[in-house]
């Protein structure tokens, strides 16, 4: 945990994209959502896909540990917000979303109760194999029933080059989800020619792949 702290300080942030994800837009619908919904984003960073997600009239949770990714989020969004601490979380509020400071782990179902659908983008792939299993089965343990789930991974040869983001496979997915989970993979292509730095350590191929999941 020291260490994404340590890279939010150094800036050393390179998984951030100033765009919204392409497979949020595509595939948002697998979430059916409606206006005023709330969707949780576990790890949020500082993603602007949690703007593209208030454009569309969503409300939004994220929680993220740390607090300079939160400070980054509201000040380069020109959003006013204000803090206010409640057990082991800071929580960064503005109109319509509100960022938990602290450990994802620390999150239980009362924080998502209203919570219908999830985002996952570089949050299960940031996690070592170990805590991905934790990971799946908290998220399991803390969103209510029929909550739809849009996950994003990376799959690669993990021998050719380090995590995270961690290859996640969908043999992975299904071992993760399918107990509790409804699972769907929508799409999954091999997109080595836009990852230069995936060409440059030789790596044979990155599958990125989309899933919906629907909590039983
Ligand atoms: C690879 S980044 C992805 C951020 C975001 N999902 C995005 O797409 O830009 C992973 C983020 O998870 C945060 N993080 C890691 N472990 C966490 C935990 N246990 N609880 C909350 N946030 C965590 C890190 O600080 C980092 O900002």
């Not at 204000?82 to 979380?89: A, Q």
């Not at 209510?144 to 990376?154: A, E, H």
């Not at 992975?172 to 989970?181: I, M, T």
């Not at 292509?189 to 836009?194: K, L, P, R, S, T």
Request: some cysteine; hydrophobic content about 35%; proline content about 3%.
């Amino acid at each position: 945990m020291t260490d994404w702290i340590q890279r939010w300080k150094e800036g050393k942030i390179g998984w951030h994209r100033q765009q919204p994800n392409s497979k949020l837009i595509e595939f948002i619908d697998c979430l059916q959502l409606e206006k005023g919904d709330e969707v949780f984003v576990p790890l949020c960073g500082k993603s602007a896909d949690m703007i593209y997600l208030l454009d569309r009239g969503y409300r939004v949770i994220g929680v993220e540990l740390s607090t300079l990714a939160a400070e980054q989020f509201f000040d380069e969004n020109k959003l006013e917000y204000s803090i206010r601490y409640s057990g082991k979380f800071s929580i960064y509020s503005a109109d319509n979303i509100q960022i938990y400071c602290g450990d994802y782990f620390e999150l239980d179902s009362e924080h998502l109760k209203s919570v219908v659908g999830v985002y996952d983008r570089a949050s299960l792939v940031a996690l070592p194999v170990e805590l991905r299993v934790k990971y799946a089965a908290h998220l399991y343990s803390i969103i209510s029933k029929d909550c739809r789930v849009l996950l994003l991974t990376l799959n690669y040869p993990q021998l050719q080059i380090s995590g995270p983001p961690f290859a996640v496979n969908q043999e992975e997915v299904w071992s993760l989800y399918e107990k509790g989970f409804d699972c769907q993979q929508l799409q999954c292509f091999n997109d080595i020619e836009n990852e230069p730095k995936f060409q440059r350590a030789n790596v044979d191929f990155i599958e990125k792949a989309t899933y919906c999941l629907r909590k039983n």
